[in-house]
């Protein structure tokens, strides 16, 4: 078969576009090479490999996990079920980052590592510093700076634990921020993301709750933490915030106008 063909059938099972990207991984084309050579053929063997990725996303498995890939802030991220597939609304974050032009910054929860990576790229003379408390998520970060050719010191552990005496201008983080009852977790995509990364009690904020907790003993004075949260939680970031004695609170919407990320600076 030619790759019309290939995609003609693969649209009973799941949309064109999706077709195309499995197709296009498979085939190592862009594209726009895809596009304009639809009369190209397809081996047996490339046909029988895109079919048994096609079956794996009309399951609900994510075209990022199946192709290895996601793009973040214009950069090409590794991915693999160990990590969150990397989301548009927390480049807002690095965002925050390019404006404060801090000259040393902690990303926490890493995963992937690409919020890290983004702002080293961005500003290649701040001192990063990424934690994660898996080390099959920080084997992927590392993979990912390797491939950007950024200078990142990752760290593994559990939030702050392994960061004893350290201090920051700028704390980062995109952590778990789902209720653990949330029926969003058992639908779409998610449904193959790893749960430790999603989930955050009863309410979805414990996570949250302790890092802006235990951040002003790890910020320098006037030093700032920002941090990702769901759609309904801005009003409960901001009295975090408050509460642990944080001045200067600002929020910023996504492009769909939602508050998405919450920060301040320790007086």
Known sequence: MNCADTLNEARASIPLREARLLLCHVLGLSLAALEAHP????????TAAFRALLARRAAGEPIAYLTGHREFYGLDFHVTPA????????ELLVDVALEAKAARILDLGTGSGCLAI??????????LMAVDVSAAALDVARENAARHG?????VQGD?????????????????PYVAEADPHLTQ?????EPRAALAAGPDGLDDIRSIVAAAPAHLVPAG?????HGYDQAGAAA???????FAGIEQRRDLAGILRVSGGRRP
Request: glycine share 4%; no cysteine.
């Open 39 to 46: 009369e190209r053929k397809v081996s047996p063997p490339d």
């Open 239 to 245: 009295a975090l915030l408050a509460r642990a004695g």
């Open 188 to 192: 779409g995509d998610v449904r193959f």
């Open 150 to 154: 950024v200078t990142v010191r990752f």
């Open 118 to 127: 983004a702002v080293a790229k961005q500003l290649p003379q701040a001192e």
């Open 83 to 90: 990590v969150l597939i990397p989301r548009e609304e927390t």
């Open 224 to 228: 700032q933490l920002w941090f990702e």
């Open 159 to 175: 939030w702050f634990v392994p960061l004893a005496g350290e201090r920051f201008d700028l704390i980062l983080a995109n952590p």
